[in-house]
């Protein structure tokens, strides 16, 4: 099972506050332990959302709409993919994660959908198509 753990965002995070050496340190430390134990799939830290943009939908008309976003306790500043055998796995491993902010922080966990998730409406055409693009993107890895 594929999960996505959302590292949510701070006031520091969105004023650009950078990681300490330590902290850099402790992640790299926790991080070597999710690829050894073959958890970890991807990572990365997000810029601000001030560098950042959203594009709303309605109907056919698009709007951009610039960062910075407003409510920081809902924004993103960094993720991970991880390949576990449950949620409750998950959960044990960011029990073990350093705080990765330098105040009171939240790490969310999200379950990643599978092509089985979706049932009868992802036809095999569709299925099809969907093998061919992963493929097409592990190609240019």
């Known amino acids: ?6 590292i949510k965002a701070t006031k ?21 332990e999710l690829v ?6 991807a990572g990365e830290g997000l810029h601000p959302s001030a560098k ?4 709303r939908f309605s109907g ?8 910075p976003f407003a409510e920081t306790k809902e924004l993103i500043a960094g993720f991970w993919i991880w390949d576990v055998k449950s949620k409750e796995e998950a959960i044990e491993w960011v029990k073990r994660c350093p705080n ?3 105040e009171d922080s939240e790490i969310e966990i999200r ?19 969907e093998e061919r ?8 890895k």
Request: glycine share 8%; hydrophobic share 45%; no cysteine.
């Open 1 to 6: 099972m594929r999960f996505m753990i959302l």
């Open 12 to 32: 520091d995070s969105e004023a650009g506050v950078m990681p300490s050496e330590q902290l850099f340190t402790e992640m790299g430390k926790f991080n070597e």
């Open 36 to 41: 050894k134990a073959g958890v970890m799939v």
């Open 52 to 55: 950042g943009a959203r594009i």
């Open 60 to 67: 056919d008309k698009r709007t951009v709409i610039d960062g």
């Open 100 to 102: 990765p902010m330098y």
């Open 111 to 129: 379950q990643v959908f599978t092509a089985d998730d979706f049932g009868p409406a992802l036809t095999p055409e569709l299925r099809e198509q």
């Open 133 to 140: 693009l992963r493929a097409q993107v592990a190609e240019k």
